[in-house]
């Protein structure tokens, strides 16, 4: 079989690869093991526009943003799935600090766009003692839209449920071989499964691993993202996403009981009414050290690239850099210098 792209990986990277591939009317062929902790599958797929301590924008927001919002909304048209929600985000201040830091940024171009007054009606249901803000943003039900644009590859005839395995790649004349497929180019897009890719370890990757609870809250009904030390997302039923944290130092990618030590203090600070755990996440965050995603043609095997390090902030990234990126590979238009994996090895 002839193609012109393999991509490996489905998560949020693969599929806004695949989706924007497609639309230039090229062939793919996805391979993905459907990993049930990947980072994707375990993510609340939360937008913010405002991030750190200082209540920065966040990197290059205001065009990320509109063009995700876009994209998702055209999925679902084409899916017929409902997966994005935009969703205000109730900051509930953990420190006098916070606070502070905010009221800086309240009248402040760019941020003060996406601020809005807080509502008053939740001191009953969070404990609130130093007040909260009100700031625009969205969710991306990810565990909605990938199953959905996987369903639809595998009606394609081009979805692979396996695991690729690098050493069986080989060249063929122009092109890269794998078992029988032969392809223009094979795009790496496994999230921070790279760490073991052979052809790509010049990229400094910095892997970190997140927790997160799945807690029932009866009769809560609140549907914005609620943010204090964790941040509780709606899932619907009374069902909220709770979490999550930063581990850099972790022995193995499972959830562990002093984690969820943690996210129930971390709940108990936030929550005035009763919850119980229904479920537990562990998943490992694909970072680089620069905190830039990692795209684009290796520069001595322009057969292979890859499409990476979307961190914390995949699912705002993704839509905007994956159809950059098909562009690239495509018309040659040019990357953003910031992303293109050129900065690992010291190439033109
Ligand atoms: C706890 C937690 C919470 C998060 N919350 C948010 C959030 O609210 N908002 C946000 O934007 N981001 C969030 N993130 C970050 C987000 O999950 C990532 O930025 C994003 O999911 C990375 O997507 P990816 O496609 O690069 O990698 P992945 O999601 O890891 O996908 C890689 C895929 O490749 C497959 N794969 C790997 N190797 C192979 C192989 N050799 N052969 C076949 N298949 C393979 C895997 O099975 C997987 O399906 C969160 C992350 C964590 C851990």
């Known amino acids: 079989m002839q193609t012109d792209f393999i991509i490996v990986g489905q998560g949020i990277a693969g599929t806004m690869l695949s989706w924007f591939l497609l639309q230039e009317g090229k062939s793919v062929q996805v391979f993905d093991v459907e990993k049930p902790n990947s980072s994707s599958r375990v993510a609340a797929g939360i937008m913010n526009p405002v991030s750190g301590r200082k209540f920065e924008l966040a990197w290059m927001y205001d065009t990320f943003y509109p063009f ?22 109730l900051h509930i201040w953990p420190s006098e600090q916070m606070r502070d830091a905010f009221e800086k940024r309240r009248n402040t171009a760019p941020q003060k766009e996406y601020f809005k007054p807080a509502p008053l009606t939740t001191d009953n249901l969070f404990h609130q003692p130093l007040g909260t803000a009100m700031v625009k943003g969205a969710t991306l039900d990810l565990r909605t839209l990938l199953p959905a644009w996987r369903n639809h590859l595998k009606q394609l005839g081009c979805l692979h449920e396996e695991e690729v395995d690098v050493m069986q790649l080989a060249m063929d004349g122009d092109c890269l071989k794998y078992k029988d497929i032969t392809a223009s180019y094979v795009i790496f897009c496994e999230g921070a499964a790279i760490a073991h890719n052979y052809y790509l370890n010049e990229i400094q990757f910095l892997l970190n691993k997140g927790e997160a609870l799945l807690v029932k809250v009866p009769g809560l009904g609140n549907e914005h993202i609620v943010k204090k030390s964790i941040s509780l997302v709606p899932q619907g039923n009374d069902l909220y996403w709770a979490g999550s944290n930063f581990q850099w130092d972790y022995e193995d990618e499972l959830p562990g009981e002093a984690q969820r030590k943690s996210l129930e203090a971390s709940l108990d600070e936030l929550l005035k009414v009763p919850y119980t755990v229904e479920g537990h996440l ?67």
């Open 68 to 89: 995700a919002a876009d994209t998702y909304r055209q999925m679902e048209q084409k899916l017929g799935i409902s997966c994005f929600t935009e969703r205000d985000i």
């Open 282 to 348: 562990a998943a490992i965050r694909p970072s680089t050290k620069n905190r830039r995603p990692a795209v684009g043609l290796h520069p001595t095997v322009p057969q292979l690239g890859v499409f990476n390090g979307l961190g914390t902030k995949g699912c705002s990234l993704a839509p905007y850099l994956g159809h950059l990126f098909a562009q690239n590979l495509v018309k040659e238009v040019p990357m953003l210098p910031e992303t293109d994996i050129k900065r690992y090895f010291n190439a033109p």
